[in-house]
């Protein structure tokens, strides 16, 4: 069964989103990188590498259903942050629009009685916990230790282990 033109230009649209993520958490590690925060600059870095990876599962999820891939303009992300606490802050809200996407595509699968969409669908609801809750996890750790000082620098040191994609999950927030 083909996509439907509908399901088709929402799950294009979400590629797009997928690679906006990717380049907002660049734009994040960058900031890091200029503010002398290697471990967080390392953190968002990874953050990068998946939602690539989410970004090419639509891709090829609409290949295999026999769609057209058609790729969109990616906006320009921000590039002036205030903080890590910032920078936090804007992740959990992100990835909370991302979720309110994923959700809004699974009931699009519904109503079109896509049922491999739906499969497909789940691993991402899934996901989405997932990054949710390790946003909310620095955020508040963030939050308690405030903005800088001794425990910043433990917490940038804590987040310079986190594994890279399709690695060993040794990091906070995996
Ligand atoms: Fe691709 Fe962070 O959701």
Known sequence: MALSQKLLDAMNEQVKHELYSAYLYLS????????????F???????????????????????????????????????????????FEKTLEHERKVT?????????????KDYASQVFLQWFVTEQV?????????????????????????????LARRGAVGGQSDGPGE
Not at 28 to 36: D, I, Q, R
Not at 134 to 146: D, F, K, N, V, Y
Request: net charge negative.
């Open 28 to 39: 994040m590690s960058a900031y890091c990188e200029s503010v002398n925060l290697p471990g």
């Open 100 to 112: 309110d996407l994923i959700h809004g595509l699974y009931a699009l699968a519904v109503e079109e």
């Open 130 to 158: 997932e990054e949710e809750n390790s946003a909310t996890q620095i955020l508040e750790t963030l939050r308690r230790i405030g903005d800088q000082g001794h425990a910043l620098l433990v917490l940038d040191r804590e």
């Open 41 to 87: 600059a390392h953190w968002l870095r990874v953050q990068v590498q998946e939602e690539m990876q989410h970004g090419m599962k639509f891709y090829d999820f609409i290949n295999e259903r026999g769609g057209r891939v058609v790729l969109q303009a990616i906006d320009r992300p921000p590039t002036a942050f205030e903080s890590p606490l910032d920078i």
